[in-house]
């Protein structure tokens, strides 16, 4: 089976001097090259033809692949792949075989942009149960959009799956699975700045300044090992066991000893007398 010129580079077919012959990119163009399509015999002559009826509908392969843009993939990975969609589409397609060749062609570039999308996107991958379920859902969408000239719903999908139509929302939802972004991307307000430069600080200035006067007050209540221990453990970043060796007790003990403190802590930061 020979490739069409569409799917064959990213910027754009080789056309013939056949193809050139109608500049018309209407529709009825590539209807009335369908119907000569069926009756030509000339391998060379239908390869031409072919061509000519992808590079009329590469607007639809973009339209298409707009769709799932900005999902984790590549923009030029989902218009090669649409394009190799066409490609199918204009091979199996019959005159007469639906109200109009775009209307069996998009289900069939939207089936194959979702299969790569479940091949090459999973950022987190979700039960094998909702994979599954999305392939078969993926196949039934595009048997459907051939019937129907549309986009089956949400209710005609679970009626044909056999599932409810809360399994075919679960379904739905994992393919937000794919759309992770990275921290180091860049941020949209700023070419120089990354996503991560603009998340909040967990050490915010102002943030331990109010800490550091809360924990004040409640701070002189501890005796002078108590206050050593927050300062081995919440400071200096100490284990249990090293709290002990420097102190000279059991990790235990330490153990005890911080929940100890904790508790009395928290007890003087909540009280009554503390909020008034």
């Not at 754009?12 to 399509?37: K, N």
């Not at 991307?185 to 070419?191: G, Y």
């Amino acid at each position: 089976m020979q490739r069409c010129a569409a799917s064959q580079t990213r910027t754009g077919p080789t056309i013939s001097p056949l193809v050139l012959t109608h500049p018309d990119p209407a529709g009825s163009e590539a209807e009335d090259l369908l119907q000569r399509l069926q009756s030509e015999t000339d391998p060379d002559v239908i390869q031409r033809l072919r061509d000519r009826i992808a590079v009329l509908n590469l607007g639809l392969v973009e339209s298409i692949a707009s769709r799932y843009r900005g999902r984790g993939l590549e923009w030029e990975d989902l218009v090669q792949v649409g394009r190799l969609a066409l490609c199918k589409a204009v091979i199996g397609y019959r005159p007469g075989r639906g109200s109009s060749f775009s209307a069996y062609a998009t289900p069939t570039i939207a089936g194959e942009i979702k299969r790569h999308f479940r091949d090459h996107a999973w950022g987190v991958r979700p039960p094998r149960r909702l994979q599954e379920l999305q392939r078969e859902m993926r196949s039934c969408e595009e048997e459907l959009g051939q019937v129907l000239a549309r986009e089956p719903s949400r209710k005609e999908l679970a009626e044909a799956l056999h599932v409810g139509a809360d399994a075919v929302d679960q379904a739905h939802l994992a393919q937000h699975l794919s759309a992770t972004i990275s921290l180091d991307a860049p941020s949209t307000h700023s070419a120089t700045r990354s996503l991560a430069d603009r998340l909040p600080a967990d050490d915010d200035a102002f943030d331990l300044i109010d800490m550091r006067e809360s924990l004040r007050p409640a701070m002189k209540h501890l005796d002078v090992r108590e206050r050593r221990i927050v300062y081995l453990r919440f400071v200096g970043g100490y284990t249990q066991e090293q709290i002990g060796h420097e102190l000279g007790i059991s990790q235990m003990q330490v153990s005890r000893l911080l929940s100890t403190i904790l508790t009395k802590l928290r007890a003087d930061l909540t009280s009554p007398a503390r909020a008034s």
